[in-house]
């Protein structure tokens, strides 16, 4: 049982480049989550979903975009990737309660 | 408009004593809070919630406490280990009325044990 892994660890884009982070979860969770964590700040909430084909905007959606057309993947895409979207990202799933958080995407943009 | 707040950025404790990190919280409307450990290059973890029917949840070494009233959660980890040491977040959740149960966070506290 891996919970939820990310990938990539690290990444340095270029202003203007586009990507996508990749989350998957094999705990069978419906509702799944997007944050962002800049230093000395808590984590943001950028897209969340609450099962397959369903998605909705958090708190800092803009510049970002997500599907869902699985239970265990939800990606994340940065269309025009911008200095402001240097951050690190992490994706959760959540349980009964509490959410279980992905290790985490570190994002440098150039 | 910080709704979670954790107003100390750092705490430092002695190996073995009573290490107390402190939340409040504007938003009526929660009603379910947790606490999140997280070491650098690492996700947060869970640790320990508690719903609003509750005013204490303990698991070990861990205790938290809940003041409705005043708008304040406390987790108290007893006693310190220098393994503790680690960003301590603490979150909420209105778990009723269509929230999708989204957690808002504070900006978190170090937390220092030293041996």
């Known amino acids: 049982n891996a919970g939820v892994t990310q990938t990539p660890k690290f990444r340095i884009l270029k202003i203007g480049q586009s990507m996508t982070l990749q989350c998957t979860q094999d705990?069978?969770?419906?509702?799944m989550y997007w944050y962002r964590q800049d230093p000395g700040m808590g984590l943001k909430l950028i897209y969340y979903?609450?099962?397959?084909?369903?998605?909705d905007k958090g708190e800092v959606p803009n510049g970002y975009n997500v599907s869902r057309s699985t239970t265990e993947d939800f990606p994340l895409r940065l269309e025009l990737a911008a200095p402001s979207q240097t951050s690190v990202y992490f994706c959760a799933s959540r349980g009964r309660h509490e959410q279980f958080f992905g290790p985490g995407t570190r994002l440098t943009v150039l | 408009d910080q709704q979670v707040k954790q107003n100390s950025p750092s705490l430092s404790v002695q190996e073995g004593r009573i290490s107390i990190l402190n939340c409040d919280y504007t938003?009526?409307?929660?009603?379910?809070f947790l606490w999140y450990k997280k070491y650098p290059a690492e996700g947060p973890t869970f640790l320990i919630s508690?719903?609003?029917?509750?005013d204490k949840n303990e698991d070990g070494r861990f205790t938290v406490f809940l003041n409705k009233s005043a708008k304040h959660l406390s987790l108290h980890i007893v006693p310190s280990q220098p393994g503790d040491s680690a960003v301590y977040f603490c979150?909420?959740?209105?778990?009723?009325?269509?929230?999708?149960?989204?957690?808002?966070f504070g900006k978190g506290t170090l937390l220092t044990v030293n041996p």
């Open positions: 705990m069978n969770h419906n509702y």
């Open positions: 938003n009526s409307m929660f009603d379910y």
């Open positions: 979903s609450v099962g397959a084909g369903i998605t």
């Open positions: 979150a909420a959740s209105a778990n009723s009325g269509g929230s999708n149960y989204k957690l808002t």
């Open positions: 508690i719903s609003s029917i509750k």
